[in-house]
């Protein structure tokens, strides 16, 4: 699983780049909402890989800040659902560090995470590409790693 998002990510890079070589990019002051669909893997060592899907909300509130929320599953041995509430951190336009606190359940159990990660935008015809790579940082539990590529457009 994880092999095919590496290799869906680094294609969607390629693409990303030719695209955004042209395009010119939309102005966050005319659409300061964006909405995207992850999808991923996550990666956990006690618990081995899953399919993820998740779904990201921010609001662009100057240049550098976006506050937001993401909301993520984890299916198949992982099964746990992840709520966080995000800063992007836009070092540029399009290269995004994203950073936040949320809660995480798994099994009945009620974890406590930190998120770092790394994204990439690229603008293709109003929508957005960005490869993803995320650390969540787990209290008293194994932490887990969320690679992907998500989709997504300004409003």
Not at 2 to 17: C, W
Not at 31 to 50: I, K, R, Y
Not at 53 to 66: A, H
Request: hydrophobic residues 45%; charged residues 15%; aromatic residues 14%.
């Amino acid at each position: 699983m994880l092999k095919s998002v590496i290799i869906f990510a680094t294609f969607s890079l390629l693409l990303g780049y030719h695209a955004h070589s042209k395009a010119t990019p939309h102005d966050w002051h005319d659409s300061p909402h964006h909405f995207s669909v992850l999808l991923a893997s996550t990666d956990v060592d006690e618990a081995g890989s899953a399919f993820t899907v998740g779904f990201d909300y921010e609001y662009r509130v100057s240049d550098f800040l976006g506050l937001g929320v993401v909301a993520e599953y984890a299916f198949e041995d992982i099964d746990a659902y992840t709520y966080l509430l995000v800063a992007d951190l836009h070092i540029t336009n399009s290269f995004i560090a994203q950073i936040g606190p949320g809660i995480e359940f798994h099994g009945g159990d009620k974890i406590e995470v930190a998120r770092l990660g790394l994204l990439y935008e690229f603008e293709i015809s109003g929508l957005t590409l960005s490869p993803q790579l995320h650390y969540d940082y787990h209290k008293d539990h194994a932490d887990a790693i969320v690679a992907g590529v998500a989709i997504g457009f300004a409003f």
